[in-house]
């Protein structure tokens, strides 16, 4: 009898499609070529039944099978089918999202084995003769391969790429291609752990099976160590660790990190990679090949073929949430992923989540505190510089200049933080009023001076500066207000001879580039550096003591009820950058608001008391962690469909245990020339508002205002934008 295969392919329906079976059987998480429309597609085999409920005689058949094996398979097709309920997304995106760009088509897999390195007869010669060899690193590199081939990463890691390219030139190395996991090169030994993270440590490895643990440590604590111990135990059972972390910026010091420690090939996935080598470190992970996995938020949905254990890094920062297209949460999809391979997940940060803290407290995670910095480093001072009734230079206060000024005087490093990027948010006309506004969201162009372009930070516009003023022709244009680049044209002028630094998005454009300027930053030729959030995380910058957060009251007057949690988050985080060795660290954060009480919280009792604070305001008011979101946002041309949509949408909600709020204006109103609104769906329990979701969406799919605008729904946002 022949078989029905269920295909799903990349395409916005929530289905699958149906076809018969060929003559070549096709394993279910394999792609396979199929006639869709006027063309063929690729799609992936997403189930097997006995019968179709549409005319057999009418099925298609499948056109080709691509992979002999499934290149899906076990618990990540199981996982990805749960996403797709769970974040109500089309299972054919989810799927096709999850492997790299180069396996979306009919391209075969390539050959098994990483690229490797033995040990040719030159080089036995060479090794026996230590009068032929002339460099300490070939000669490392050499002592390496006679105990075995190495991987290409391992050699460039142990000796860099310019004594393997030499050894190669002499012909005393030759390429070979390895299968399995690569030998291990030893690794560097590290710092001995303290009490705390011995104990920390402990306690994941004794787990063996699945557990879920909040590493809650302040900065400079070494939770970077913990995560090592752990691995290298993992690594020990010949197991595989898969690493999280939020930021690209972080990746090439962790991956070197990571390399030196533990003396494995880590691979590395995340978009800055070309397609190849995502592919490469993709394939690499499902076969076995990379003991260590290490990437971003797309990095969670790597296959492993030895899973052992999963490690999120700053488990609170929002860049695991995926903000377009398939919504899913990187954190949370990795929780599921570790209860469903049995094996122990980390989430780690000195500012955790309020969901996780909340986590905790149900004896759902088990917390693990590191509470003191590791080593002799201390805790950095927090300082409060009243901004009232003082003359600013730029955003800068005379204290805060006297502050960097001693700081540099002393040979020390500075962190001016930024949040916003540009020269200024506003160009203004002194003579008339008018400032320059984006057509399409009726928001402030920023000033970028250096490139002489107002730009959108929202959807992208961006025109010349003008040299008048396009209402009235004046010529007193004047920017409002500063960014980081401003910032660093302030403080290279006041301090004349001193290295200072931007590090944005601007500046680090470019892999190259973005990792050569990360690489200098510890460095002599970095004294002051301005940063946005891309400096607030992961960094370890052993001369920076000083660090002064500029624009601390954005925060603090904001309607998004996660504002709080995010502030104090980032200032405690960017606050930790300072005093990390031994020299004590000073944090100055500028305010029109020294009396309010958020900061009074952090002032006093640090970021746990105000997460305590926090969570019981939430609960008092129904939010999350205490309540269960999902929100519709739309967008239209038309506004009066948009309106109609939405108000429709709203009276479909009418359910027990739902509530419907909407339809609000979207906190931006307009953007890229559609007018936004939404509707926010609230439950108590997360199973009513999983029930009540795919109903009430096929029903939003059958109005007739549904294809005159674009719509999406977010479960479990986290930001109303």
Same mark, same amino acid.
């Given at each position: 009898m022949t078989s029905i295969l269920r295909v799903a392919l990349p395409v916005p329906l929530h289905t699958v499609f149906d076809y018969r079976e060929g003559d070549t059987p096709a394993a279910v998480g394999s792609r396979v070529r199929v006639p869709f429309g006027r063309r063929e597609r690729v799609g992936i085999v997403a189930a097997r039944v006995a019968a179709s409920e549409l005319d057999e005689e009418r099925l298609k058949p499948i056109g080709a099978v691509i992979d002999t094996a499934p290149l899906l398979d076990g618990e990540l097709l199981a996982t990805l089918r749960w996403a797709a309920r769970y974040?109500?997304?089309?299972?054919?995106?989810?799927?096709?999202?999850a492997i790299p760009t180069r396996l979306r088509s009919v391209r075969a897999l390539p050959e098994p084995g990483i690229a490797a390195f033995a040990l040719a007869a030159g080089g036995r010669a060479a090794l026996a003769d230590p009068a032929r060899r002339h460099a300490p690193r070939i000669d490392a590199l050499l002592a390496a391969l006679a105990g075995g081939p190495r991987s290409a990463a391992q050699l460039t890691a142990l000796a860099g790429a310019a004594a393997r390219r030499s050894a190669l030139s002499r012909g005393w190395i030759e390429p070979v291609r390895l299968t399995g996991a690569p030998a291990t090169a030893g690794g560097t030994p590290g710092p001995a752990l303290n009490p705390a993270q011995r104990d920390a440590a402990a306690a994941v490895i004794a787990a063996r099976g699945f557990g879920a643990f909040l590493l809650d440590g302040v900065t400079g604590s070494g939770k970077t160590e913990v995560y090592l111990e752990i691995i290298r135990d993992c690594l020990a059972r010949d197991r595989q660790a898969l690493v999280l972390v939020p930021e690209i910026a972080l990746t090439p010091q962790t991956l070197r990190r990571f390399r030196e420690r533990l003396g494995v090939d880590v691979a590395a996935l995340h978009s800055g990679l070309g397609e190849g080598e995502r592919e490469r470190a993709w394939l690499a992970a499902a076969r076995g090949e990379a003991p260590v996995v290490l990437g971003t938020r797309s990095a969670i949905w790597v296959p492993l073929a030895r899973p052992g254990l999963i490690v999120v890094d700053e488990e609170h920062d929002t860049s695991y @949430?995926?903000?377009?297209g398939f919504r899913y949460h990187a954190r949370d999809v990795a929780v599921v992923r570790a @209860? !469903?391979? /049995?094996?122990?997940?980390? +989430?780690?940060? !000195? &500012?955790?989540?309020?969901?996780? +803290? !909340?986590?905790? %407290? %149900?004896? #759902?995670?088990?917390?693990l505190r590191l509470d003191h910095r590791a080593g002799l480093a201390q805790p950095p001072a927090l300082r409060v510089v009243d901004l009232r009734h003082q003359r600013l230079q730029h955003g800068l206060a005379a204290p805060t200049l006297d502050a960097i000024a001693s700081c540099v005087a002393r040979g020390e490093q500075v962190l001016v933080f930024k949040n916003r990027r540009g020269y200024a948010p506003v160009l203004i006309c002194? /003579?008339?009023?008018?400032? *320059?506004?984006?057509?399409?969201?009726? $928001? *402030?162009l920023t000033l970028h001076r250096a490139d002489a372009r107002l730009r959108c930070h929202h959807c992208g516009f961006e025109q010349r500066v003008p040299s008048a003023c396009p209402a009235c022709g004046g010529l007193a244009l004047n920017a409002l207000g500063e960014g980081t680049e401003r910032l660093e044209e302030v403080l290279k002028s006041r301090f004349e001879g001193v290295p200072v630094v931007r590090v944005d998005r /601007? &500046?680090?454009r470019g892999r190259r580039l973005r990792d050569a300027l990360l690489d200098s930053l510890p460095g002599a030729g970095a004294r002051i550096l301005v940063g946005t959030q891309m400096l607030a995380k992961g960094h370890d910058l052993p001369h920076l003591t000083l660090v002064v957060v500029v624009g601390v009251d954005e925060g603090l007057y904001s309607i998004d009820f996660r504002a709080s949690e995010r502030l104090g988050q980032l200032i405690v985080q960017v606050a930790g950058r300072a005093g990390r060795a031994e020299r004590p660290g000073t944090v100055i954060l500028q305010t029109h608001a020294p009396d309010h009480p958020l900061l009074g919280v952090l002032l006093d009792?640090?970021?746990? %008391?105000? %997460?305590? #604070? +926090?969570?019981?305001?939430? $609960?008092?008011?129904?939010l999350p962690p205490f309540a269960q979101f999902a929100l519709l946002r739309a967008e239209a041309k038309d506004k009066l469909a948009l309106e109609r949509f939405l108000v429709s949408a709203t009276q479909a909600a009418a359910c027990a245990g739902i509530r419907a709020h909407g339809p609000l204006a979207a906190p931006m109103p307009r953007r890229a020339g559609a007018d936004r609104a939404q509707v926010l769906l609230e439950s108590a329990d997360r199973s009513t508002l999983q029930a009540f979701l795919p109903g009430w969406l096929d029903a939003l799919r059958a109005l007739p205002d549904e294809r005159r605008l674009r719509w999406s729904i977010d479960v479990d946002p986290v930001d109303l934008y």
């Open positions: 974040y109500q997304h089309p299972l054919g995106e989810v799927l096709f999202g @949430k995926q903000h377009e @209860k !469903a391979l /049995d094996v122990p997940v980390v +989430l780690g940060s !000195a &500012t955790p989540s309020l969901e996780s +803290l !909340a986590n905790v %407290a %149900a004896a #759902r995670y088990r917390s002194h /003579d008339c009023g008018w400032s *320059a506004h984006c057509p399409d969201c009726e $928001r *402030a /601007d &500046t680090t009792g640090g970021y746990r %008391a105000l %997460a305590q #604070r +926090l969570l019981q305001e939430r $609960r008092d008011a129904s």
